[in-house]
Nanobody, 111 residues
Framework: VQLVESGGGLVQPGGSLRLSCAAS????????MNWVRQAPGKGREWVSR????????MYADSVKGRFTISRDNAKNTLYLQMNSLKPVKTAVYYC?????RGQGTQVTVSS
């Protein structure tokens, strides 16, 4: 099983980023997927979840209305579109399949 996140970087407050997670080694289309994030010195925070077909999504209150989770089962890829990003300290975003996560992609929102 491999999960490879990408798309992170430095963005100004109010900006946007689109994260991707390429999945392999399991039947991606059969499972719910999650995005979580972790800031330095803090615990893991759940961000969003999507069902196997992509029709049912859930979001943490902190990102609701600004982030959109989606998936392309033909490409075995999970996405997180992040808009109206707030100036926060660096966080690493991970996609997760059950308890398995990738290496993460770092997002820094700063002017």
């Amino acid at each position: 099983v491999q999960l490879v996140e990408s798309g992170g970087g430095l963005v100004q407050p109010g900006g946007s980023l689109r994260l991707s997670c390429a999945a392999s080694g399991f039947d991606f289309s059969r499972y719910f997927m999650n995005w979580v994030r972790q800031a330095p010195g803090k615990g893991r925070e759940w961000v969003s979840r999507i069902d196997k077909g992509g029709g049912d999504t859930m979001y943490a209150d902190s990102v609701k209305g600004r982030f959109t989770i989606s998936r392309d089962n033909a490409k075995n890829t999970l996405y997180l579109q992040m808009n109206s990003l707030k100036p926060v300290k660096t966080a690493v975003y991970y996609c997760m399949w059950g308890d398995i996560r990738g290496q993460g992609t770092q997002v820094t929102v700063s002017s």
